[in-house]
Structures are given as structure tokens and as C-alpha cells.
């Protein structure tokens, strides 16, 4: 994604995610929010005040921006930098480099999901560890989770 050269050097000491919404005809718009991507934050704000597509339209269409507000009035510290549309969620999650995008967000049939950044250690390698992204899960049991291990 173009923010992620862009924006590389400004990526300490955040957690960064994408948010996106899959559209009727199965591509999808992605932007960027540079702050507070985990689930007790971004994920808590979605879930609870981003329900509807044209809501959601709507808080895509802004770009990306610094860090997400429970109104889109809200929202301040955009960026430059127009929504990206994909050809469908896959090629989304290819762009989405888990190595500095630990959360991704995505509305599709009516419902949150997200995307978690992972990695495993490597043996045997010039690298330490190998980062890769999960598959998609329902955002709500995600965060049905979270309460009850807090």
C-alpha cells in the first residue's frame, strides 16, 4: 500500500491497522488508521458505532487517517491518502503486510471481521521469525473473548 512507504518512518510505538468494507460487486475499499488498532480500542469503536454500510462507507471514504473516534465528525489528523480499492478480500490481506499492519478490520455481509498479524520463530534461518496474517474471524466473538479473559 502506497501509506506504507509513505508513512514507515512515523510507525514506532503504534499499533497499526487497516479498515475495510467489501463491496456488492466483492472488491473492497481499504484505508489506514495509524493508532490504537487493537481490539479494545479500533475493534471496540467499529463494533459499537460502525453497524451500517453507509456508515461505513462513509468513515472509509475519508482516507486514511491517525486514530479512529466513535463519530466520524470525530476523526481528526487525516492523511493525504484516498481509499485503496482491491480486487477482492484476498488481494487486500496480500497487501496488508503483517509485519507493520497487526490488525485488519473488515465489514463484509453485514458484520465486522478482523485479521490478526502473527508470526512464528525460525529455526534454522536468517530470520528470527516469519510474520504471516490469520484468517478472518467474527469480530464480535473476538471481543466476547477478550472480555472474559480480562
Known sequence: ??????????????TR???AIQKEDGTVDAIYCHSDGYL???????FENYQDNET???????????????????IENL?????VTYNNEYCLVYDSEPLFIEYLYLWKNGEWFVSYSRSVDTKDSYLISACFRSKFYPLA?????QKKSA
Do not use: R
Not at 56 to 74: H, N
Open 17 to 19: 491497522s487497516n479498515i
Open 141 to 145: 466473538i473476538e471481543l466476547s473473548k
Open 56 to 74: 461505513i462507507k462513509s468513515l472509509v471514504a475519508l482516507g486514511s487517517f491517525s486514530s479512529i473516534d466513535e463519530k466520524i465528525e470525530g
Open 79 to 83: 492523511y493525504d491518502e484516498e481509499p
Open 1 to 14: 500500500m502506497k501509506w506504507l512507504t509513505k508513512y514507515k518512518e512515523s510507525f514506532t510505538m503504534s
Open 40 to 46: 479494545s480500542h479500533v475493534g471496540k469503536i467499529l
